[in-house]
Nanobody
């Protein structure tokens, strides 16, 4: 069974940092694109950052560009999202997803296709 499990969320003060982890099982990252998405109350789902499992091609949303970094380790089947200089507007449930897309931009903008897989999400709250 294909599975993605997020961890690392929590409460952090503005300006702080968090590192989210996405552990994949049941498949390897080599032929997949993996992305981090977020959903906040009253807002549309947003593709935050996506990375190719074949190479290091990445795509970042403007909202997190320069503050967020996505990385992967195919040996451990893990994808991370490093978030620095966090703002209250970053508060959301963060999900990782994987699909066989070859375009990281398409993954972040359109989301996974019908054959894609989603994790359960992890809550990130940025507040004083």
């Amino acid at each position: 069974q294909l599975q993605l499990v997020e961890s690392g969320g929590g409460l952090v003060q503005p300006g702080g940092s968090l590192r989210l982890s996405c552990a994949a099982s049941g498949f390897t990252l080599d032929n997949y694109v993996v992305g981090w998405f977020r959903q906040a109350p009253g807002k549309e789902r947003e593709g935050v950052a996506c990375i190719s499992g074949r190479d290091d091609t990445t795509h970042y949303a403007a909202s997190g560009k320069g503050r967020f970094t996505i990385a992967r380790d195919n040996a451990t089947n893990t994808v991370w999202l490093q978030m620095n200089s966090l703002k209250p507007e970053d508060t959301a449930v963060y999900y990782c997803a994987a699909d066989r897309y070859t375009s990281t931009q398409a993954m972040c903008i359109l989301g996974p296709g019908p054959s894609g897989n989603w994790g359960q999400g992890t809550q990130v709250t940025v507040s004083s």
